[in-house]
């Protein structure tokens, strides 16, 4: 069969096959490579290789989030079919080739692939049992170590003239009192000791509680868990930010300069919030890009670390506040499904990963809960006697923040910053944070105070809730807990 072009040529696809055989002779060169042992060299290699990376890398706090795991009740994989290589000899017809003469391969005992397979399989086992297990547990099902609180025990304590009940909240008591915008500039070292402020040194390990003149427990500072691996967990937390800053500068996502309400640095936020102009709580919403990078970020296993520590901080020094956080948020996510916890291990609703020259101009969180507390974690190679100190204006205190530590500030009715650091230093850090939104909207029966204003009685029952002017405040402020009661407020929450 034959076809004709545009041009009027005749062609013919089969015009090959009538070619001369003198024209169609291949020339055929023999050697005594094994292809099947090629083969099965290349496989072998290829799953000894992915076995030991996941053996490596496996984590079972990694599977909470993962569901392209394989069935764990699959039976190890049979030994590969592939033959082993054996050498053969060459015909008197063969063609000498330059690779005739290299020794063959020795066979490849499948016996290591399978025993990696084995720790592979057994691995998954233990992830799904353990799944199992915990099937239906919520971050707020989580209670802290017992043998936690014995080793911070003997912690110390800072009390300032500084009555809590002072500092500024909106009518309700929900979030912060909104003020005038505040100075986008860093404050230093300096200008805040001739402010009359009080420098507070820490070397970021003994926790330190900050009392107000009520022995309210308003700020904690925290420290590091007694472990020896801490370091490595922060380092390998500030190499996966730094990671991100990098790729978020090459594609485009961040400028160096990009100056915002709380500093210059890049700030990739996560979790569920309220406020701001938004009609109901939903999950924060990025550009594809940062959805994938951030997803990465707090699928690190360090950041989930800190982030879980942090709350068990919450739940030692505020106890009766990690209560009513549990209480409240639990009834939340049953109620809106859509929302996503950001970690597993902790009940804050919401994340912030400061990356990269994370310090922070002075400012309050004011949407956040105003009688909420806020946990920070620095990281970084910087010196924290000279910069990156977290200062809290109101109660004239410049704390020194050192790389690795972590503490409990109000920032939702507090205004707060860092001092700079030097030059060719860098400093992250992590937050935890809840919208005082999402407290009021579940106060509320789940809808905003405008819809329920719109019910007939909707207006008594906001005032039922929000009670006389002041009194919910004094009602939040007594959810902190005093020095001299911490013991037995943790025996209350955590042992009833």
């Known amino acids: 069969m034959s076809r004709q072009t545009r041009s009027g040529a005749q062609f013919s696809p089969y015009e090959l096959l009538n070619l001369p055989n003198s024209l169609r002779s291949f020339e055929i060169i023999r050697t005594n490579i094994s292809l099947d042992a090629l083969l099965h060299d290349a496989v072998a290699d290829d799953d000894i290789y992915a076995a030991e990376q996941e053996a490596a890398n496996y984590n079972p706090e ?45 066979a490849l005992s499948p016996v290591p692939v399978e025993k990696a397979r084995g720790k592979q399989q057994a691995a998954v086992r233990r992830s799904r049992r353990r799944q199992r297990q915990h099937a239906g547990e919520t971050p707020y099902d989580k209670r802290p170590d017992p043998r936690y609180s014995q080793s911070h025990r003997q912690q110390e304590s800072h009390t300032v003239y ?56 308003i700020a904690i500072l925290l420290g590091t868990p007694e472990d020896e691996e801490w370091a490595a967990v922060i380092e390998d937390a500030v190499a996966a930010m730094a990671h991100a800053r990098r790729e978020a500068l090459r594609q485009g996502e961040w400028r160096v300069g990009t100056v915002h309400r ?35 970020l707090l699928r690190n296993k360090s950041i989930r670390r800190i982030a879980g520590f942090q709350s068990m901080g919450l739940a030692l020094y505020a106890p009766k506040l990690y209560r009513y956080y549990c209480k409240v948020l639990r009834a939340l996510f049953r109620k809106h499904p859509n929302l996503t916890h950001t970690f597993r291990n902790s009940i804050f609703p919401a994340v912030t990963l400061n990356c990269g020259d994370a310090v922070t101009f002075e400012h309050c969180d004011i949407l956040n809960l105003v009688h909420g507390l806020c946990p920070v974690t620095s ?78 009685g909707g207006e008594d029952v906001k005032n039922a809730f929000d009670g006389v002017p002041g009194s919910r405040w004094q009602w939040g402020l007594n959810l902190f807990s005093k020095l001299d009661e911490l013991d037995t407020d943790r025996v209350a929450v955590f042992q009833s």
């Open 162 to 217: 500084f009555d809590l009940a002072d500092a500024p909240a909106a009518a309700g008591a929900w979030v912060g009192r909104r003020r005038a915008n505040a100075e986008r500039r860093h404050r230093t070292l300096p200008e805040l000791l001739d402010e009359g402020g009080e420098v507070i040194e820490w070397n970021g390990r003994d926790p330190k509680l900050i009392v107000d003149a009520e022995g309210r427990i």
């Open 62 to 106: 990694d599977d909470w989030e993962d569901v392209d795991n394989p069935d764990s009740t699959l039976p190890p994989s049979p030994p590969s079919p592939l033959t082993p290589l054996t050498p053969s000899s060459p015909t008197s017809s063969a063609v000498p080739s330059p690779q005739a003469s290299r020794p063959a391969s020795p």
């Open 262 to 296: 709380r500093g210059t640095h890049l700030a990739l936020r996560k979790g569920t919030s309220f406020g701001g102009g938004q009609k109901r709580p939903g999950n924060l919403c990025h550009t594809p890009f940062l959805r994938r990078l951030i997803r990465r």
């Open 379 to 456: 990281g970084g190679r910087f010196n924290h006697v000279l910069g990156g100190h977290m200062y809290l204006r109101q109660l004239r205190l410049i704390i020194q923040f050192p790389s690795g530590a972590t503490m409990l500030i109000p920032s939702g009715c507090l205004d707060h910053g860092n001092t700079p650091i030097q030059t060719n230093e860098t400093r992250y850090s992590i937050t935890q944070y809840a919208a005082g939104g999402l407290f009021r909207w579940a106060a509320y029966g789940f809808q905003s105070a405008k819809s329920l204003l719109a019910q007939p």
